[in-house]
């Protein structure tokens, strides 16, 4: 179940789109880079090729040199939450979900969109994606939530295939927040970061505290929360070690090609609390 | 597949418990951490070939532990099977010339004779190692035992007694069919003992071969040694051999106790004798050795031993000044002769021998010879001399005669030889006159008269000796030993034998000589440490017996000398007579060092599992 009571404390956090848009609507949106706009952020002198439109004549008048104005750009930006739903996000092993953090997280970001008056959409994604259009407004994210609360988690996680389908909807530079639990296959999510690449782009892999710290060990009977398939084996010492080593590569290749592509990587187990999970995402932009 | 010990296939019930165990033991517990189950797949894509095997071997621990003890119990049960192999047939007695010249050359000819040796094994072989005194060093053992024992033979430093050889392996062999292969340089051999065993063991239906091995070598050699006392210290003689067609000049490095002391050269013609001497010896360990480097290195030193004997205090008590006995005791080397006359005595404690010599009835005081009884009870010696009053003297039955009167000339003879009477002519004594006694229990006459009256006679009285001697102090009245050459020898033989001191040449041994110590004991060798009741002195070198120290020489010209000779073709290139038959094959060994290998690699396995 999503606990929205956090949403409060969310109130003094915005968050700032890095890359350039470009949209016929007008949003309130602060923008780290510089274009076309209204407000006079600098000047830098004339060069060959400046539209002279932008030159400023009242520093003629002052210095008899060409200067031109530098305007923050105005900016019009949607939000696409991709939240997977896979059943593997179904693993609790302190109360809350991995698919329930994961949830509270990006009706998080839906909240702080909803509050710049933008638009956003949440979409859930498994073997298939189920794409939501993007909206604004409270009611919108209300409806979400209610959504989210309904959702059956189940299958395996297509990467991949549910990014290509999902891209086709992204008409203009978005900023797109993926969270998931990443555990299907590195080529599979390093193809889906390279189709969202050209986005501004936030990973967030959700993760429980036991699947990083076995405490388990001995002759055990594991079970496939995705297919049912059952295995047994035994956890040694030794294996709990490789185990660590590979789920460490794992994530160290998603990060690696975060960093190649330009996207921010975060990484949650859910025993931390969503609002330190917020003010981390927040301060990485 | 047969079993030699079938009966430790019982073994096989431990496995009974093992899968006891692994069948009752908790059921693995149900987990699902879609991580874990995400990269075990992961791993399992990479690693397909094991991951199969790991299908097939749920649990390797325990079949490896199964494996364990399937083939311990096999290895235990012994299984062999049967091949066709060429070898000898019979039972083989094998006797290897083991002699010092066997040591010679490099590969030494004992090496190539052992070599040999592996060759003419059969199913049923039994080696004899021909030393001075033929030694079964294998009896009816399998080719694996008789190649094993044959690794672990050395050859040692006494002469071959081959003929005494092939006669116990006839008795080895006794009613089988079998065959005897003497391996041997022949050089040194008795060839008629050789000869005479042969046809006896022909007679018995063995056949006899001979298999030569070696050729001549070079050699310089310590053939002869001799030590003797000279003044307060000792000297020593040794007789060196040049074997060698040229001239030859020999450095020589005399040390004493680990330490060189003196450096020398002897120049010696082509198969000449020289001697070389040393003097003035003091007591330790002298080595005396040749820098020839030669093809026998055995005879190329010579070990000295000379004991370290304390002083020994003798006191003389006697109503005469200056009797022969105590002159021959005075002049005895490393003793102090100090003589009184009663009644007035010194405390015997600070003395190792009481000689009683001349008293009267009364010269002693009363309980002297209670003091004498606790003297000799505290582990030290007495001499009683015959004097014409000693039958009237109580002697608080401490002598070992008990005498009853005089009696005139007697011829005496020697009824039990000693150390102490050796090399003295007591038949050549002549004796006016002597007094009658009779041996107590438990007392030994050694020189008696044809009146069968105990002249020489000694008794163990507590952890002491006491000596009866019948021949007096010196008194010609009495007989004319005291005149003769040998009495002083008489002396210091008495004297060396009761204060434990033995004759130098005791000390000084040849190889081959065996030295019975009455219980098993721990020696000292060249070699090692050995526990043993009967020592043969079969290396040269230093041996220690208790705190005695002995030296062991060669000290044989015939085995110094490396000449081989000329034997007949057939007997250098003499190969085994070879038949195919059944030969049963050990399996046990290769199960083993599968055991082995199983368990070093459940140990790894335990390891690369992060659980040692």
Not at chain 1, 48 to 62: A, H, K, L, N, S
Not at chain 1, 209 to 237: F, H, Q
Not at chain 2, 70 to 98: C, G, N, Q
Not at chain 2, 460 to 473: D, M, P
């Amino acid at each position: 179940m999503i606990d929205t009571d956090f949403f409060n404390q969310l109130n003094r956090f915005s968050l700032m789109v890095r890359k350039r848009v470009s949209s016929v609507y007008a949003g309130s949106r602060r923008s780290v880079l510089q274009g076309k706009g209204i407000e006079i952020v600098g000047y830098r002198e004339y060069m060959p090729g400046d539209d002279i439109r932008t030159i400023d004549w009242r520093v003629y008048g002052r210095t008899d040199k060409l200067y031109i104005r530098k305007f923050e750009e105005e900016k019009n930006v949607t939000t696409h939450i991709l939240l997977d739903s896979s059943k593997s996000m179904d693993f609790s092993s302190n109360g809350i979900t991995k698919f329930d953090y994961a949830a509270m997280l990006a009706c998080g970001f839906g909240y702080l969109v909803t509050r710049e008056n933008e638009k956003f959409a949440i979409s859930t994604f498994g073997e298939n994606i189920d794409i939501n259009p993007p909206k604004r407004g409270r009611g919108f994210l209300l409806h979400t939530i209610d959504k989210l609360n309904q959702i059956q988690l189940d299958g395996k996680t297509r990467f991949d295939h549910c990014t290509m389908q999902y891209e086709k909807m992204i008409r203009s530079k978005s900023i797109v927040i993926v969270i998931s639990d990443f555990l299907t296959d590195l080529d599979s999510i390093r193809a889906g970061l390279y189709r969202l690449s050209a986005n501004d782009l936030i990973i967030i892999s959700v993760f429980d505290p036991a699947e990083y710290n076995l405490t388990i060990g001995g002759d055990v009977k594991l079970y496939d929360m995705e297919t049912g398939e059952v295995r047994k084996t035994y956890i040694s010492p030794k294996l709990k070690e490789e185990y660590r080593t590979l789920l460490d590569n794992h994530f160290g290749g998603i990060r690696e090609t975060c960093m190649h592509i330009g996207a921010d990587f975060l990484s949650f187990g859910t025993d931390v609390p969503i609002f330190d999970a917020f003010f981390e995402a927040v301060k990485a932009r | 597949m047969p079993f030699a010990n079938p009966l430790a296939l019982l073994g096989f019930s431990s496995l009974i418990p093992i899968v006891i165990l692994y069948l009752i033991k908790p059921k693995p517990r149900d987990i699902k951490i879609p991580s874990l189950m995400f990269i075990l797949d992961m791993e399992r894509k990479e690693q397909r070939y094991q991951t199969m095997l790991k299908k097939i071997v749920r649990d390797p621990l325990m079949i490896m532990q199964l494996l364990f003890l399937i083939l311990l119990t096999l290895a235990m049960a012994s299984p062999y099977y049967v091949a066709k192999e060429t070898v000898r047939a019979d039972h083989t007695a094998i006797i290897l010339d083991a002699s010092a010249s066997m040591q010679a050359e490099h590969p030494s000819r004992f090496d190539r004779a052992r070599d040999v040796a592996t060759r003419f094994v059969s199913g049923k072989t039994s080696i004899i190692l021909a030393k001075n005194v033929p030694v079964v060093a294998l009896q009816e053992g399998s080719r694996s035992d008789a190649t094993v024992a044959l690794q672990h033979l050395k050859p040692c430093a006494t002469t071959a007694n081959i003929g005494d050889a092939i006669l116990l392996a006839k008795s080895i062999i006794g009613a089988e069919k079998g065959a005897i292969v003497v391996i041997s340089d022949f050089s040194n051999i008795d060839s008629d003992s050789i000869a005479a065993s042969k046809m006896l063991a022909n007679a018995a239906g063995i056949d006899v071969t001979y298999k030569q091995v070696g050729h001549d070598a070079d050699n310089i050699g310590i053939t002869y040694g001799k030590l003797e006392r000279k003044g307060d210290g000792y000297g020593y003689t040794c007789n060196i051999k040049n074997y060698i067609d040229s001239k030859k000049t020999i450095p020589i490095k005399i040390s004493r106790n680990g330490k060189k002391i003196l450096s020398d050269s002897l120049t010696i013609a082509p198969h000449s004798n020289e001697l070389f001497a040393l003097s003035d010896l003091k007591p330790g360990a002298t080595v005396v050795a040749l820098q020839s480097g030669d093809s026998l290195a055995v005879d190329d030193r010579a070990y000295i031993a000379i004991p370290d004997v304390q002083k020994r205090r003798i006191l003389f008590i006697s109503e005469n000044k200056n009797p022969p006995a105590k002159i021959a005791l005075s002049s005895l080397p490393d003793t102090e002769c100090t003589i009184v006359k009663p009644p007035v005595l010194p405390s015997f404690d600070d003395y190792d021998l009481v000689v009683i010599g001349y008293i009267t009835k009364d010269s002693l005081l009363p309980g002297t010879f209670n003091d004498l009884a606790s003297f000799v009870g505290s582990g030290r010696s007495l001499v009683v001399l015959a004097s014409d009053d000693l039958g009237k003297i109580d002697t608080d039955n401490l002598l070992p005669v008990s005498i009853s009167g005089m009696k005139g000339p007697a011829v005496l003879k020697t009824a039990i030889p000693t150390a102490f009477t050796k090399d003295i002519a007591f038949e050549d004594v002549s004796v006016n006159k002597h007094l009658i006694s009779k041996s107590i229990d438990e007392s030994i006459a050694v020189v008696v008269a044809d009146d069968e009256s105990p002249v020489l006679a000694y008794r163990k009285s507590g952890a002491g000796t006491v000596v009866y001697s019948g021949f007096g102090e010196g008194d010609p009245a009495w007989n004319d030993f005291h005149t003769r050459v040998d009495y002083p020898i008489f002396w210091r033989q008495i004297v060396d034998w009761m204060s434990g001191v033995r004759e130098i040449d005791e000390y000084n041994v040849r190889t081959g000589r065996m030295y019975p110590l009455g219980a098993e004991q721990e020696v000292v060798t060249p070699t090692g440490t050995i526990v043993t009741d009967n020592l043969l002195f079969d290396d040269v070198g230093g041996y220690r017996i208790g705190d005695m120290d002995i030296a062991a020489n060669l000290y044989n010209p015939k085995e110094s000398d490396l000449s081989v000779p000329a034997m007949p073709e057939e007997v250098r290139n003499l190969e085994p007579d070879v038949v195919k038959t059944d030969v049963e094959k050990d399996l046990w060994s290769y199960l083993i060092i599968l055991v082995i290998i199983l368990a070093g690699f459940e140990l790894y396995y335990l390891r690369a599992r992060g659980e040692l």
